[in-house]
């Protein structure tokens, strides 16, 4: 896996993906940047909220779950010194399905968080306590 990140001025960059595909990353004006994307810290949060939504997604779609919706709302706490890692993080899926079973979405949630989701895992490893829930909707 590679990726490339190519300051452009400011403190924005534009970031692109092995698999080609680009996203401006910026910080505040008040740090140098022009507020034109999302900030690192944010673009970790929302990659790991990527990683663990593929994972219940793909597990829930094999249990051929009847799903046609599902949004992962990420709440991160960070260290108030420096470096200001995150410490905590909060990853509550919102399911929404015709007849969804609670069992296939604890499933789910509970082997992405503890078995597949490569970002969720590593960050534990590194000391962030990451907790996980969820709300099933009926469609």
């Not at 108030?80 to 410490?87: K, L, Q």
């Not at 789910?108 to 534990?124: F, G, P, R, T």
Request: hydrophobic share 40%.
């Amino acid at each position: 896996m590679q990726a490339s990140v190519k300051w452009t001025d400011g403190r924005q960059f534009v970031a692109e993906s092995g698999s080609g595909h680009s996203v401006v990353i910026d910080g505040p004006p008040d740090h140098g940047g022009r507020n034109t994307g999302p900030r690192p810290m944010e673009m970790m949060l929302m990659g790991l909220g990527a990683c663990t939504s593929f994972d219940v997604m793909e597990i829930l779609e094999k249990s051929r779950a009847p799903v046609t919706d599902c949004i992962a709302e990420i709440e991160a706490e960070r260290a108030d010194s420096v470096p200001s890692v995150f410490t905590h993080i909060h990853v509550h899926f919102k399911v929404t399905g015709k007849g969804l079973k609670d069992a296939q979405v604890k499933r789910a949630v509970s082997l992405s968080a503890e078995k597949y989701c490569s970002a969720s895992i590593m960050l534990a490893q590194g000391g962030v306590e990451i907790t996980h829930d969820y709300t099933i909707i009926e469609a």
